[in-house]
């Protein structure tokens, strides 16, 4: 979901990093990090999450008939999986497992500050789907489910759109918040505590995210979305980015120096 920087220790033969340089934006990596690699951590990242998302959905209703429990037991899981993985894999590819969030970034990156290349948007998005599409896949095959089989779940009503759009835009305020204000190292916490906390507070329990919402039609489980329920949901998450990139640049809107230029 987010990028966090390794630290390590400036040799004689490394160039020392300016106090005011500029900082990285979600996702942001090191050069050095070949792009396969971070296309690797995407894929896993994306299908481990739909996987736990998934499977706790399934488990949870095999214990229990109580909705409520349901819920419980799978935002709770999501939350602990979500963090865990962010800590795990951010350091290589950013731990964004999420399009919308790609996508921001990229669009922050055209727009002068640090993010993903329109390479690298391209190589981050198919990863993050077809991860989503294996962990749901893996997730049935440990449930004995059928593989595939597409979610009859109808989410198509106007409130639930309107929950997928607060939930994708406190996401990108989240995570680019942390990044403007220099404390991207609470992103594993902050991050799976705000969808977990979205889990309940949204009509939608907050996918905010297309390719866990594609992921998700493959699986006619507790967590699965009806495919033609998608479209819509993919819409409303993508208009939530948008709102959520506006809100990031009035809330934490930089100053200026006296010589017109944005302030460190």
């Known amino acids: 979901m987010t990028a966090t920087e390794p630290v390590g220790t400036a040799t004689a033969a490394e160039p020392v990093i300016a106090a005011d340089a500029p900082q990285p934006a979600p996702g942001a990596t090191p050069p050095r990090t070949p792009l396969i690699a971070r296309a690797a951590a995407e ?5 481990a999450l739909v996987a736990v998302v998934v499977g ?7 214990l229990t008939q109580d909705v409520a429990l349901q819920l419980l037991a799978n935002s709770t ?18 731990a964004h497992f999420n399009p ?13 500050g640090a993010g993903v290349t329109a390479r690298e948007l391209a190589v981050y998005v198919p990863s993050q789907i077809v991860g989503a599409i294996a ?17 009859t779940h109808d989410r198509s009503a106007g409130n639930l759109l309107l929950g997928e ?42 996918f905010a995210n297309p390719a866990v919402t594609i992921g998700r039609a493959f699986t006619d489980t507790f967590a699965g979305i009806a495919p033609a329920s998608v479209p819509a949901f993919i819409g409303a998450q ?11 640049a009035v809330i934490f809107m930089r100053g ?6 944005p302030a460190a």
């Open 43 to 47: 894929l896993v990242g994306t299908a």
């Open 256 to 261: 200026k120096t006296g010589s017109g230029r």
């Open 100 to 112: 919308a969030v790609t996508l921001a970034e990229w669009w922050t990156a055209r727009r002068g």
């Open 77 to 94: 899981a999501t939350v602990f999986g979500l963090g865990v993985l962010i800590a795990l894999l951010g350091p290589v590819s950013g």
């Open 135 to 151: 962990g749901a896949i893996l997730a049935d095959a440990m449930f004995g489910e059928p593989l595939v089989k597409w979610a």
């Open 238 to 248: 993508l208009a939530g980015a948008v709102a959520g990139l506006a809100l990031v």
């Open 165 to 206: 759009v607060v939930a994708t835009a406190g996401l990108i305020l989240l995570i680019f918040g942390l990044a403007r204000t220099d404390r991207l190292r609470f992103a594993p916490v902050a991050v799976a505590s705000y969808i977990g906390a979205a889990y309940w507070f949204t009509s939608s329990t907050s």
């Open 56 to 62: 706790s959905g399934i488990q949870a209703t095999e």
